[in-house]
């Protein structure tokens, strides 16, 4: 079957640094993307990875590794509006988008 | 950017009633959209993929004479909730997919929050 694993739930301190990790298995790939989605709001675009390596993107960075079925999405600089859950999809052969749980990410003052 | 609108925003109707629920494409084309549910703390569930000039594609265990779909233009899709009861309530998400290729990017309308009564 296919598979999008992320943590459910994450904390950390405004001014911060924080990475959120994605690990998949699906049936064919075509590219990952990350999405922030605000409680109540539908997601919105931050990052696509189809190829290996880093794609800095002012605060936030998306990292991709084929070979390991594995990304993570940084972010520095921690803000309150930060505060939202990050989701972790991927593309596969269909082209169909197939999603992670979501990460909750809790910014503390 | 691209931009995918919504309308309505927000709905309220009483169980039994039928809500329709459109989603466009404002500057592109879109030959596929994706129709999402989403229930409160968790992830998208895709519903069904909607295709201009045939049938729509739905997801197991999702009822297709309950959510009616139809992709009347290449900027238009329409779902329709027949005969809403309150577990129906939820946040509908539409979705289409622009580009070519190996590069396809998601956007997404703004939601349908539907509370059914």
């Known amino acids: 079957g296919q598979n999008i694993d992320q943590p459910t739930e994450m904390t950390a301190t405004e001014g911060a640094i924080v990475q959120i990790n994605c690990t998949y298995q699906?049936?064919?790939?075509?590219?990952l993307f990350w999405y922030q989605q605000h409680a109540g709001e539908a997601p919105t675009f931050l990052s696509y990875?189809?190829l290996d390596g880093l794609e800095e993107k002012g605060r936030f960075s998306s990292f991709l590794s084929r070979s390991k079925g594995y990304s993570y999405l940084l972010l520095k600089e921690l803000q309150m509006k930060d505060s939202a859950s990050y989701l972790c999809?991927?593309?596969?052969?269909?082209?169909?988008?197939?999603w992670g749980a979501g990460t909750k990410l809790i910014i503390k003052p | 950017g691209a931009v995918v609108s919504q309308h309505p925003s927000w709905v309220i109707c009483k169980s039994g009633t039928s809500v329709k629920i459109e989603c466009r494409s404002l500057?592109?084309?879109?030959?596929?959209m994706f129709w999402y549910r989403q229930f409160p703390k968790q992830s998208l569930m895709l519903m069904a993929t909607?295709?201009?000039?045939?049938?729509?594609?739905?997801e197991q265990g999702v009822e297709k004479d309950k959510f009616l779909i139809n992709h009347a233009s290449l900027t238009l899709s329409t779902l329709t909730v027949t005969s809403a009861h309150p577990e129906d309530s939820s946040f509908y998400i539409c979705?289409?997919?622009?580009?070519?290729?190996?590069?396809?990017?998601?956007?997404f309308g703004p939601g349908t929050r539907l509370t059914v009564l």
């Open positions: 979705s289409a997919p622009r580009g070519s290729g190996d590069y396809n990017e998601q956007f």
């Open positions: 500057d592109f084309q879109a030959t596929t």
């Open positions: 909607s295709n201009e000039g045939s049938k729509a594609t739905y």
């Open positions: 699906t049936s064919g790939f075509n590219g």
């Open positions: 990875n189809v």
């Open positions: 999809a991927v593309i596969d052969s269909n082209y169909q988008l197939i």
